[in-house]
């Protein structure tokens, strides 16, 4: 049995300029974080001449053009793998539709498990690639490239995206002291809302795309931003990094009447007001996680508790996507 896993993300920084409808145009820059929260996928082969898939449904098609899971079709498809004697698992540490890249970190598990399963090496630059390849250019999702970085490389990493499709990609330049602090003074609770990405990603994808003034100034300032929260987590100005997050995520909430909610909202004010130094939520928008960034952590954590938020406990995988 072959067994993959890869990390979900949070975004640290300049989230939905790595959209192409933004980043072919204007570049796009992101740091973003790989977390210890994991997709798995395993795959082994089975004595039955038939394909067997188990995600949240279960499918037994007799050929590969006939898997209903797109991505898994897709998948199989462009690795060559057409053996009917397989089955493929997937799993997850957490929900998808909750902010935190579940399907960049699925597709790139799989093609992981895949081309091992070829006995084929593959870096995590080509895995990254090939995972946007299927989502963007195969699949037409409105979907940014960010994801299926963070996952493959991991760590705690700065992304450029360039005009002409390349990325560039660098670790965040802090000191250990800095990253251990950062991973402590942040917090990340479940609103229980979960949502279609897609949805809002595709309002801000044609937006983009005509140009819209609003959504363009907005992602350039975003941008900015990101570029901003970078600096602060490399001198060490983690309390600045926790404004940004705060600035970001008000204009963020510009981008869609569906960003936010009044629950979300309440939420929001409440952490403000118990010692978060900003905070935003996780991924496209309308629900998922929020994350704060506190330097009072106990009594952030005791107010989020008595509104009935859960803490998920938050680390940096610096593995990305591999094989156990």
């Known amino acids: 049995m072959i067994i993959g896993r890869s990390p979900l993300r949070i975004s640290l920084g300049g989230g939905g300029t790595d959209l192409p409808s933004y980043y072919r145009e204007h570049g796009g820059f992101v740091v973003a974080a790989a977390i210890t929260q994991y997709v798995h996928v395993t795959l082994h082969r089975t004595p039955f001449k ?113 005009r002409d499709g390349a990325v560039l990609a660098r670790p965040v330049n802090a000191s250990e002291d800095t990253i251990d602090q950062l991973q402590e003074n942040l917090l990340m609770v479940p609103t229980g809302f979960r949502r279609s990405a897609a949805v809002l990603l595709k309002e801000q994808d044609d937006k983009s795309r005509r140009n819209d003034p609003a959504m363009t100034d907005n992602l350039h300032y975003v941008k900015e931003l990101g570029h901003r929260s970078l600096e602060a987590l490399e001198s060490g100005n983690l309390a600045e990094f926790g404004q940004l997050l705060h600035t970001h995520w008000e204009h963020k909430k510009k981008r869609s009447a569906q960003m936010s909610n009044p629950d979300i909202d309440g939420w929001y004010a409440l952490a403000l007001a118990s010692g978060a130094i900003g905070g935003k939520l996780i991924g496209a928008g309308g629900g998922g996680f929020l994350l704060f960034y506190t330097e009072q952590k106990a009594r952030l954590r005791q107010a989020l508790r008595g509104a009935g938020l859960t803490e998920v406990k938050l680390g940096f995988d610096y593995e990305g996507t591999k094989i156990l």
């Open 50 to 162: 038939e394909l067997l898939i188990r995600y949240s449904q279960i499918e037994r098609p007799a050929s590969v053009q006939e898997v209903k899971h797109p991505i898994i079709r897709e998948a199989l498809s462009i690795t060559g793998v057409t053996e009917p004697n397989i089955e493929i698992t997937s799993m997850a540490d957490i929900p998808a539709g909750t902010g935190l890249g579940s399907s960049g970190s699925f597709t790139t598990c799989l093609l992981k498990v895949l081309h091992k399963y070829k006995r084929h090496f593959i870096h995590p630059r080509e895995l990254a690639e090939m995972a946007c390849h299927i989502e963007i250019d195969r699949l037409g999702e409105p979907v940014g490239k960010q994801d299926q970085y963070i996952a493959a490389f991991g760590g705690l990493t700065v992304f450029e995206f360039q």
